[in-house]
């Protein structure tokens, strides 16, 4: 701690001083006299004052919440030589915001004695947050000298964005050949009929459909949808972000991600994540609640890397994009590698849906021939996407996800019946 002098010694030392020297212009020892008490009182501060010895430290509880919840931050403040007087001023990070606005706390500790203070905040910003900082003022009894501080956040918290529960999900063209809870397109072994048809050499006599046998007079097996598991992969295109800060793209992919994860492995199925951008990040596909709280984790975790480096699909581990997977891609559509790692997964056959966040600056076009120019490359960006099979889909952030997934589960029904037709 850094020591530095008080109001009141600097009052004391200047009413000595300049007592002293009036009696030396005026040659009048009686107002020598006059401030003799206040150096007495100035060098027995300096002789009384000694460093504290303080250490704060700092947690938090609970270490994981959701925008909008409450957390106490809880600082642990003691002292080796005691303090007559001590400031503890919390400083929270953006994202917290004390209830009610945190104060300046005086304490007075004995020494060797350890005090708590707690400051309930509110989250307000969804990410990585490091709690615990304050700046620490203490002096003694003289009141000569402060001895200032600070202390450094230590204190990890991660707030999650908000939940938007969704009752509508696309499903994956594709399922996995492990069991699971969804309606398989094939025929084999399951609970959902699918067909009736005669029975013929090799089939099991279980699978015998005795209405359809009763009513025809002849043996006729049932043929069943079986229940197989499902991937879905949740992508997201951290290359660039438009001006707005952490309001804008980046916060309305992780909504968007948060929410789609949540219903997916509600349904029971395995969710990936991958985070393509400057620095690339995964999550292999997992169900149950401990997946859901690693996905959470990595999605407040989330940041925008510039870097000048091409991605590549291919860097991702083969494990983690399963070819059976619904690939659900959350991007702004603003740098040419995310659009092309985009386009590689299609071309790889990947079931891919792209929910593109909108840019407000952007949309439409406007005065500005570069803006309408890059609106012009998006727009044809969209297109190789949807040529290639893709559904893509537009969101502002403003309105609900789910009429967002009714119109990507709407256009993916209108392309099956177009191909059949």
Known sequence: MSAGASPTLVSAVVLGAAAALAAVAWGEPALAALGAPFAVAAAAALALARDPRVHVTASVDPERLVEGETAVVLYDVSSAAGAEWLELRPALPDGLAAEPPAAMRVLRLAPGERRSVEVTARATRWG????????????????????????????????????????????????????????????????ELADVRPWVTGDRPRRLHWRATARRGSPYVAERHPERSAD???????????????????????????????????????????????????????????????????????????????????????????????????????????????????????????????????????????????????????????????????????????????????????SRLAARG
């Open 128 to 191: 990585g947050l490091m709690a615990g900082g304050a700046r620490v003022r203490v002096t003694g009894l003289a009141g000569g000298v402060w001895f200032s501080g600070a202390a450094q956040p230590a204190a990890a918290l991660r707030v999650l964005p908000a939940v938007e529960h969704l009752r509508r999900l696309v499903a994956p063209l594709r399922t996995q050949t492990a069991v699971g809870p969804r309606r398989a397109p094939t025929r084999g072994e399951g609970l």
């Open 232 to 414: 879905v992969l949740l992508f997201i295109d951290t290359f660039a972000d438009f001006p707005g800060g952490r309001e804008r793209a980046l916060t309305y992919a992780v909504r968007a991600a948060t929410a789609l994860a949540d219903a997916h492995l509600r349904e029971r199925d395995r969710v990936g994540v991958v985070s393509f951008g400057g620095a690339l990040d995964w999550l292999a596909p997992g169900s149950g609640v401990a997946h859901a709280l690693r996905i959470a984790d990595a999605l407040a975790t989330s940041e925008v890397v510039m870097t000048y480096v091409t991605g590549d699909v291919a860097l991702v581990p083969p494990a983690i994009l399963p070819p059976r997977a619904l690939v659900v891609a959350i991007t702004p559509l603003l740098d040419e590698r995310g659009t092309r790692a985009l386009l590689d997964l299609s071309a790889r056959g990947h079931d891919l849906a792209v929910l593109e966040i909108d840019v407000p600056s952007l949309r439409g076009g406007g005065r500005d021939a570069a803006m309408r120019l890059w609106a012009l490359r998006r727009a044809a960006m969209r297109t190789r996407l949807s040529d290639l099979g893709a559904t893509t889909v537009s969101w502002d952030g403003e309105r609900p996800l789910e009429s967002v997934v009714g119109e990507v589960i709407a256009f993916r029904r209108a």
